[in-house]
Structures are given as structure tokens and as C-alpha cells.
């Protein structure tokens, strides 16, 4: 009996293909448009999450400055040089600190044979790799020894050997920064873009006390920009800050009440909140595109109490024959699940190359996931059939000797 209702709602709905076409439409529209959504949403959340894995875990940063002049001029984080290499040591001996490595960056250009690139040179100390979670992909990192003898050595991020050295292995090589040479003891592993946009991999590493005496441009030997600090765990990180400004205004001996003449900024904590506002933004688009799923059942809805308005004949004679109500409204159900099945169908193939034509013509990373095809789909068959179920029900109710009369 279920083949033959199942044909019979076919051949209605051929009968009638233009309708069922603009019925089906809906489905269709709206299930795409919940695929593209939230491959977008989880594309942009996925690289915010590998954006934070590529920072390092639990990270605070102390930036110099803040700190207000004879004259009463105040100058922002990073303003002025307040911080030493001996205040990221002391910094790294506190019990809930993990490591601490001071920094200094300065951009400059980088000759290796024909070829040149401006990167971004950052000096800093051995625990910088520890610090940043960034592993040496080929070579070696440089260490203590080599701040100790102001060595001329430097790491390369990944971006650097695609521009100077191509398919050539560096380790070995010698570049030069501003004139002098470096002789290149490793290559970084990739990071790819920070939360702000920069590609982390456009860097060179050097000692930070080469950096100090050897770059022209350089600050006062011993002071530098910020220090990075890895806490011990996620939980201790507030306590972790306080002991660190304690520290720090008891080296730079600032009396009470005055200003710090640095800042600690949460890094993991600004993570998480962008982790946060991305989650959300997804919510939001998912339930934005949703609506054109319900806008689709309303449709499916009254396409289906037209075609009972206009089969109501017909449907007295099946009653007058011996057809029951659940008879009809089996019919009249399957129908708009034959619609809502194949608009969803149809709606996820689309989706899909939706989504993959927005990551080929505008670079907008995606992320399509099963979870959310079978999400969209359940959801707008479920749609479909809920609001299939209400004309079913009417056509069900009515009585045979009123069909027969109806014109």
C-alpha cells in the first residue's frame, strides 16, 4: 500500500511540477544557506583556535613604559625602556612562572646571495622557544653560550627560507643583516598568522644580546621591549600577575602609590574572548540562515493546503470508495516528505560547492564538517515534515459527502 501511495504522490507532484519545483525551492535555499553559514563559522574558528595553539599556552606579556615624565608627559606600553634582561631572570626564578624570555624586534633588511627580504628581526634568549611552544624544524636553536659570546647566529622562520633560499637547505649558510653576517643554525617550524593578521613565520631569531650590540639601531645594552612569560597552568594565571608586578615594582623601586612603569598584558585571556566572539558570530550566522528553513516549511505548508483545497473532489471520492482518514493523510504527508527530502538533498550539494566556491574565490577559509550537513538536513526534513502534517490532517478531517459537494 506505502508503493502505491508513494507512487501516486509522485505522479501529483509531476503532474503539478512548476509548483513543486517553487515548493521545493524553499528547502533547498535554506538548507544551502545553513552549510555555507556554518562552514564559514567553523572556518573562522578553527583558525582562531590554531591561532591560539600557535602563541603558546598560558601567556602573559610585561611591556615597558607606562610611566609619566618630569614634565608630566605620559607614555604608553612599550613607550620608553623600563624593562632589563635581569628582570625577565628574576621574572623566570618566581615559583609559578614556566619560563620568561626578554625581547627586543627591529625590522630590517636580509641579503643572502642576489636575493633580499625585509622581515622582522627579534632578539631574544633560548627560552623563547620554550615559551612560544616553537620547534626547531631543521638545525639547532641557538643558546646560552651564544648570548654569553654575542654570537652571530639566527633561526629562520619558515616565510624567510621561501623568500631567500627557496629549495635550498639554509642550515649553515651565512646571511646578512644590516652588513654583518649570520651564520644560520636553524629554521622554525610553521605557525602561520597570529590573531592580528601577521604572519609569525616572516621572523629571524637572534641572541638578544647581539641584537642590542650589534644591530645599529638598537637599545640600550641590557634593556628590552617586553618579556614573554608562560605560567606553570591556566588556573594560576592571575596569581602568576600579581607576583610579577610585585616583582617588578619592587626591582624598579617605585614607591606606593606611584605608577607602574610597565604592563601586564593576559594574552590567553585576549584569546579566549576572540575564541569566544568567533563561537558567537557562528551562533548568530547558523541562526540567521535557519530562518530560510522555516520560511521554506511555511512555503511547503501552503503549497500543500492548496493542493488539498484543489483535490478536495477527489478526495471525497477516495473517502466514498472506502479510503480512511489515516489513508489520506498518509498520502498527502508523504508528499511533503518527497519535497523536503529531495530539497534538503539537493540544498546540501549546493551547499557544499557554496562553500568550496567562497574558499576559491575569496580565500575565506571553510571548514565543512559532517556533523553540520547531517545537522542541516535532519533539521529541514523535520521542518518540511511538520509542516506537511498540518494540511495532511485537513485533508484527513474531511468529510466525504462535503468533498463530493465541494466545486
Avoid at 16 to 34: D, E, F, K, P, Q
Avoid at 281 to 300: D, H, N
Wanted: net charge neutral.
Amino acid at each position: 500500500m506505502i508503493s502505491a501511495m508513494l507512487n501516486e504522490a509522485w505522479n501529483s507532484m509531476w503532474a503539478n511540477r512548476l509548483r513543486t519545483i517553487l515548493t521545493m525551492l524553499g528547502m533547498v535555499i535554506g538548507v544551502s544557506a545553513v552549510i555555507v553559514m556554518q562552514a564559514v563559522g567553523q572556518g573562522a574558528q578553527q583558525q582562531v583556535r590554531e591561532s591560539i595553539e600557535s602563541m603558546g599556552s598560558n601567556l602573559l606579556m610585561v611591556l615597558s613604559g607606562s610611566s609619566t615624565s618630569g614634565g608630566g608627559v605620559r607614555f604608553g606600553a612599550g613607550g620608553i625602556p623600563t624593562l632589563t634582561i635581569g628582570d625577565a631572570e628574576s621574572i623566570g626564578e618566581l615559583p609559578l612562572i614556566a619560563g620568561a624570555a626578554p625581547t627586543v624586534n627591529e625590522t630590517a633588511q636580509v641579503i643572502y646571495g642576489a636575493r633580499n627580504w625585509s622581515t622582522q628581526i627579534t632578539g631574544t634568549a633560548p627560552s623563547y622557544f620554550t615559551v612560544r611552544n616553537w620547534d626547531i624544524a631543521e638545525g639547532a636553536p641557538f643558546t646560552d653560550s651564544d648570548l654569553r659570546s654575542v654570537t652571530r647566529v639566527s633561526i629562520l622562520g619558515k616565510t624567510v627560507v621561501d623568500n631567500l633560499f627557496g629549495d635550498e637547505n639554509p642550515v649553515g649558510k651565512t646571511i646578512r643583516i644590516k652588513n654583518s653576517p649570520y651564520i644560520v643554525l636553524g629554521v622554525l617550524s610553521a605557525k602561520g598568522q597570529s590573531l592580528m593578521g601577521r604572519d609569525q613565520d616572516d621572523v629571524i631569531l637572534i641572541p638578544i644580546t647581539t641584537a642590542q650590540r650589534k644591530l645599529a639601531s638598537s637599545q640600550v645594552v641590557g634593556s628590552v621591549r617586553f618579556i614573554m612569560v608562560q605560567v606553570r597552568s591556566a588556573e594560576v594565571m592571575s596569581k602568576a600577575e600579581q607576583s610579577i608586578v610585585d616583582l617588578l615594582r619592587q626591582r624598579h623601586r617605585i614607591r606606593e602609590g606611584a605608577n607602574n612603569d610597565f604592563t601586564v598584558s593576559n594574552l590567553t585571556a585576549m584569546a579566549n574572548t576572540a575564541a569566544e566572539t568567533t563561537a558567537v558570530m557562528s551562533l548568530m550566522l547558523g541562526i540567521i540562515a535557519s530562518i530560510s528553513l522555516l520560511v521554506g516549511g511555511i512555503g511547503i505548508m501552503n503549497i500543500m493546503l492548496v493542493s488539498v483545497t484543489e483535490r478536495t473532489r477527489e478526495i471525497g471520492i477516495r473517502m466514498a470508495i472506502g479510503a480512511r482518514g489515516r489513508d489520506i493523510m498518509l498520502q498527502f504527508l508523504l508528499e511533503a516528505i518527497i519535497i523536503s527530502i529531495f530539497g534538503c538533498l539537493i540544498g546540501v550539494i549546493l551547499g557544499i560547492g557554496g562553500a568550496l566556491a567562497a574558499n576559491g574565490v575569496t580565500g575565506i577559509r571553510v571548514e565543512i564538517t559532517l556533523s553540520s550537513i547531517l545537522l542541516a538536513f535532519t533539521v529541514a526534513a523535520a521542518v518540511g515534515v511538520f509542516f506537511g502534517w498540518y494540511p495532511a490532517r485537513q485533508a484527513a478531517r474531511l468529510r466525504p459527502i462535503d468533498a463530493l459537494r465541494f466545486q
